[in-house]
T-cell receptor, first 111, second 115 residues
Framework: EDQVTQSPEALRLQEGESSSLNCSYT??????LFWYRQDPGKGPEFLFT???AGEEKEKERLKATLTKKESFLHITAPKPEDSATYLC????????????FGEGTQLTVNP | DSGVTQTPKHLITATGQRVTLRCSPRSGDLSVYWYQQSLDQGLQFLIQ???????AKGNILERFSAQQFPDLHSELNLSSLELGDSALYFC??????????????FGPGTRLTVL
């Protein structure tokens, strides 16, 4: 069974204080690892897809990386508007296109 | 705005009742997915349709059913509702039914409250 574990559950940062969120996964054959951002009461917003170990993608202050066992979402010099829950999900090779999500990391950036 | 629309935004009903949630995918997307998000279980995959056909099933209860119509919109039917069915229900869409690069784009969700 696919498993996705995110840590920490919650993270509080000061504006400008860089940090990383972790997503550990166990799948029989990774087809893709996805990062989403979710604001309270809203639908998840797609950020990145990573396909193979060593791959990196960047978007503004966010950078996602992938190894064979985990992914990191690095946040550089965060701003208060980066406050949200960040969700990691995996797509496994034999289960079609379903996504298995982690529980998320709730990020709060204080001004 | 992802381009995926869901109606209604909020639904309040009583135990034992039946409701229908509606989803319109992004223009051009052939696949629709339904997910349930509750406080204690996170986002859980329910079911996927591709071009009108059921493609994959998750932990969807027998009281729940879905379909995708020829115009590609989808409906999720929830019957004999219980208090524990209260949750956010999200629809997502993607261009294809499977394969790498099949990013899913989520709608704004329907918040279901069962009293």
């Amino acid at each position: 069974e696919d498993q996705v574990t995110q840590s920490p559950e919650a993270l509080r940062l000061q504006e400008g204080e860089s940090s990383s969120l972790n997503c550990s996964y166990t799948v029989s054959g990774l087809r893709g690892l996805f990062w989403y951002r979710q604001d309270p009461g809203k639908g998840p917003e797609f950020l990145f897809t990573l396909y193979s170990a060593g791959e990196e993608k960047e978007k503004e202050r966010l950078k996602a990386t992938l190894t064979k066992k985990e992914s990191f979402l690095h946040i550089t010099a965060p701003k208060p508007e980066d406050s949200a829950t960040y969700l990691c999900a995996v797509q496994e090779g034999t289960s079609g296109s379903r996504l298995t999500f982690g529980e998320g990391t709730q990020l709060t950036v204080n001004p | 705005d992802s381009g995926v629309t869901q109606t209604p935004k909020h639904l309040i009903t009583a135990t034992g009742q039946r409701v229908t949630l509606r989803c319109s995918p992004r223009s051009g997307d052939l696949s629709v997915y339904w997910y349930q998000q509750s406080l204690d279980q996170g986002l859980q995959f329910l079911i996927q349709y591709y071009n009108g056909e059921e493609r994959a099933k998750g932990n969807i209860l027998e009281r729940f059913s879905a379909q995708q119509f020829p115009d590609l919109h989808s409906e999720l039917n929830l019957s004999s509702l219980e208090l524990g069915d209260s949750a956010l229900y999200f629809c997502a869409s993607s261009l294809l039914g499977q394969g790498a690069g099949n990013e899913q784009f989520f709608g704004p969700g329907t918040r279901l409250t069962v009293l």
